[in-house]
């Protein structure tokens, strides 16, 4: 996966399995981008089905967990207060997302990869040797990453976000911060070549 990000999927998989969970989850997170990240989940739609889907999502409750150090829900808060989370409400319960292990692991380069298991409410909590298993992985993924970063990391950041945006239902348009197109899957560009009210004017996205 270090070398080619299609392959987190099977690595993902794996991981499922050994820990018996329903979602197993990897969000990238790129070293000059502090609010988006990439998310790749394997159990989405059931079975090993591998997606990729860009993540944004700043109302979790997991967001600023000490780095390398695997945590659960049980650890942030009872399960009264995790109930009453808009997160879990929104989220997880309509997932059957109830048990929730994870670790935010740090690379020398800057990158961030959040590493979430998740089980569901009528399977056994995540115990002490999950979270053993857990920590033995964390060095293992930390090194992946850092090789990831390293081997043109933005170029397979950006074909994820391609492969994520092709398979939207939706029109959907990324720009930079200067307003310049950057991606655009292929119902936006139909929108676009209709110039029903938007067009690209030198690059840019324009309404009329």
Same mark, same amino acid.
């Given at each position: 996966a270090a070398l080619d990000s299609s392959r987190w999927g099977e690595a993902l998989e794996m991981f499922r399995e050994l820990f018996q969970a329903n #979602?197993? &989850?990897l969000i990238l997170r790129s070293p000059d981008e502090s609010d988006l990240g990439m998310m790749i989940a394997v159990g989405v739609e059931g079975?090993?089905?591998v997606t990729y889907l860009p993540y944004g999502h700043a109302a979790t409750p997991f967001v600023?967990?000490?780095p390398d150090t695997v945590f659960t829900v049980d650890d942030l808060m009872t399960e009264a207060e995790w109930r009453r989370m808009p997160y879990y409400l929104h989220w997880c319960a309509p997932l059957d997302v109830f048990h929730v292990m994870g670790a935010d692991i740090l690379t020398a380069g800057g990158g961030k990869l959040r590493f979430r298991l998740t089980r569901s409410e009528t399977?056994? !909590? #995540?115990?002490?040797?999950?979270?053993a298993r857990c920590?033995?992985?964390l060095p293992h993924l930390r090194r992946a990453l850092h090789l990831h970063n390293l081997l043109d990391r933005s170029?397979?950041?950006?074909a994820l976000y391609s492969r994520a945006m092709g398979r939207l239902s939706?029109? &959907?348009v990324v720009l930079d911060e200067s307003g !310049?197109?950057?991606e655009q899957n292929l119902i936006a560009r139909d929108l676009l070549a209709a110039n029903d009210g938007l067009k690209l004017v030198g690059g840019r996205l324009e309404a009329s």
């Open positions: #979602f197993a &989850t079975g090993d089905r600023n967990q000490l399977a056994p !909590k #995540f115990n002490a040797l999950d979270r920590e033995a992985l170029e397979a950041l950006g939706v029109g &959907t !310049k197109v950057i």
